[in-house]
Structure formats: C-alpha cells, structure tokens
Nanobody, 121 residues
Framework: QVQLQESGPGLVKPSQTLSLTCTVS??????????WAWIRQPPGKGLEWMGA???????VYIPSLKSRASISRDTSKNQITLQLNSVTPEGTAGYYC?????????????WGKGTLVTVSS
C-alpha cells in the first residue's frame, strides 16, 4: 500500500523560501508511477495544481509559479520535494503531495493528508 506523508514548516515569513517534503512508502518513487504532483488549497478556495515531476525526473509547472517553484526528488530517501521562493501571504494553504500511476486521467491515485502552511510575518 502506497502512502504519502508531507512535512515542512507550518509558518513561513513573506519573501522567504518554503520547502516541503513528501515521503513515499510502499513503493519506489521511480516505479509504477507516471508522475508525482504538488497541489495546494488556500482556505475557502479550490485545489490548485502547482507542478509535477515525472518518473524520469522531468518537471512541469503552472505558468504563474514557473519562476518560483522547483520540484525535485531524492531516490535514496524516496522523497519528493517542493521549494517555493519568495512566498507571499497568498501562499497560505494546505499543501498536498499526490501521485498518478498512469497519466490517463480520472484523478490522482495517491494522496497525502496534507500539511498546512501559513505565510505571515
């Protein structure tokens, strides 16, 4: 059974860099998966796709975050990481790690429980 666990600071100051880690258990992050994604949900709003990393290590980001976001992986630790530079209070959200096994649509197959990040001075 594949399980995802997000971790990181609960509070970040504006203009700082947010770093989050998703630890995957139950399978390797490079096998039986099409891509891993980071998704966030601001309070009272819908889910926002941020970006993803494929099984080969290639990455893709939404245009509005492309200059500030970086998704990487550590295969030795079976982890997916997200770095978001120059955060603003609008970055306050629940951040989720998710995985898609096939990439053919129908929603994500795996979800972490999420971690709440508050951006405030």
């Amino acid at each position: 059974q594949v399980q995802l666990q997000e971790s990181g600071p609960g509070l970040v100051k504006p203009s700082q860099t947010l770093s989050l880690t998703c630890t995957v258990s139950g399978d390797s992050i490079t096998t039986n998966i099409y891509f891993w994604a980071w998704i966030r949900q601001p309070p009272g709003k819908g889910l926002e796709w941020m970006g993803a990393i494929g099984s080969s290590g290639d990455t893709v980001y939404i245009p509005s975050l492309k200059s500030r976001a970086s998704i990487s992986r550590d295969t030795s630790k079976n982890q997916i990481t997200l770095q978001l530079n120059s955060v603003t209070p609008e970055g306050t959200a629940g951040y989720y790690c998710a995985g898609d096994r096939t990439g053919v649509g129908g929603g994500m197959d795996y979800w972490g429980k999420g971690t709440l990040v508050t951006v405030s001075s």
